[in-house]
């Protein structure tokens, strides 16, 4: 995972904006993506993006992509305890099986 | 629907024993994938199966072997365990290249 890059921890107060950055090294890289880990689960997806994207909405998250800088964000409005996770950032590097390539992960903590 | 089986959950290990991890997914998934995930660092591919009948090797493939039993199956061997292979182990499938990845719960694997 050393090709995709993350801040490792990230600390809230409930009820403000996270935001969790990530930059990956591959241009040609199709589709990014953010999973989310819950102590002793697996990954769940969140949200994903194709790279002709900028920005991609869903509910609470919002998916920024720039592609010039190779620099994705997820920011989560109204950050809840709930929210408390692991976050992945993966980019696919396509070649026909969409190998992915993982950050080491932002562990979101959020306080009352 | 189940989704991405792994079993067993948990499983402790000597050093130079075998094991098989087993996954399952009900998906008619075309392609799977074997990852192990150690602290600090994102999930690193171990094998995947393209299609049922084919199996290439990820970033870390050695010590590991697998077998795509059919189009559901894909397990993954250890032949002579080593304390190094403590991980977590996660099964993922997609029904094709443009689709994101579907997670199992995970493998949790000690060797001592």
């Known amino acids: 995972g050393e090709d995709v890059e993350q801040s490792l921890f990230l600390s809230v107060r409930e009820g403000d904006s996270s935001v969790i950055n990530c930059t990956y090294t591959?241009?040609?890289?199709?589709?990014l993506y953010w999973y989310k880990q819950e102590p002793g689960a697996g990954l769940q997806l969140l949200t994903y993006i194709f790279s002709n994207m900028d920005m991609k909405q869903d509910q609470r998250l919002t998916v920024l992509l720039n592609k010039k800088d190779k620099h994705l964000s997820l920011r989560i409005a109204d950050t809840q305890t709930g929210d408390s996770a692991i976050y992945f950032c993966?980019?696919?590097?396509?070649?026909?099986?969409?190998?992915?390539?993982f950050g080491a992960g932002t562990r979101l903590a959020v306080h009352p | 629907n189940a989704g991405v089986t792994q079993t067993p959950k948990f499983q402790v290990l000597k050093t130079g024993q075998s094991m098989t991890l087993q996954c399952a997914q009900d998906m008619n998934h075309n392609s799977m994938y074997w990852y192990r995930q150690d602290p600090g660092m994102g999930l690193r591919l171990i094998y995947y199966s393209a299609s049922e009948g084919t199996t290439d090797k990820g970033e870390v493939p050695n010590g590991y072997n697998v077998s795509r039993l059919n189009k559901r199956e894909f397990s993954l061997r250890l032949e002579s365990a080593a304390p190094s292979q403590t991980s977590v182990y996660f099964c993922?499938?997609?029904?094709?290249?443009?689709?994101?990845?579907?997670f199992g719960d995970g493998t949790r694997l000690s060797i001592l």
């Open positions: 591959d241009s040609s890289s199709t589709y």
């Open positions: 993922a499938s997609i029904q094709n290249s443009n689709q994101p990845q579907h």
């Open positions: 993966a980019e696919s590097r396509g070649g026909g099986y969409n190998k992915l390539i």
